[in-house]
């Protein structure tokens, strides 16, 4: 009989323990993915967008709608066959990042 592999074991056989992991695996893609956000506008462009920090050198960035339809710098970046974002980025977005930081809009953890 040949093994398997699993990144992670299934728990078919207790559906108690499977039932748990899937509740907190709902959990942890809640923290994840949605609190702490902060809603923040470019002063530039105006486009708003979700941000977090998770120390002074992480930043997470998630948009309301596709980057290149309301930020002319994704937009010029996606004519050009750039996919904005990796690694590009907007310098004025980057910038009102930074404004909301040192005005306490957003916090840093320590």
Not at 4 to 18: E, G, I, T, V
Not at 21 to 46: F, I, K, M
Not at 56 to 76: G, I, M
Request: aromatic content about 6%; glycine content about 4%; proline content about 8%.
């Amino acid at each position: 009989m040949a093994a398997s592999w699993a990144k992670a074991p299934d728990f078919a056989d207790q559906p108690a323990r499977r039932a748990a992991v899937r509740a907190q695996t709902a959990l942890d893609q809640q923290r994840y993915l949605d609190e702490g956000l902060t809603p923040l506008r470019c002063q530039t462009c105006r486009t708003e967008v979700l941000v977090r920090k998770y120390s002074a050198h992480q930043t997470s960035v998630q948009w309301t709608e596709r980057p290149e339809t309301r930020c002319p710098v994704f937009a010029e970046l996606s004519a050009g066959g750039v996919r904005p974002g990796r690694p590009e980025s907007c310098p004025s977005l980057e910038k009102s990042i930074k404004w909301a930081i040192d005005e306490g809009v957003l916090e840093v953890p320590e």
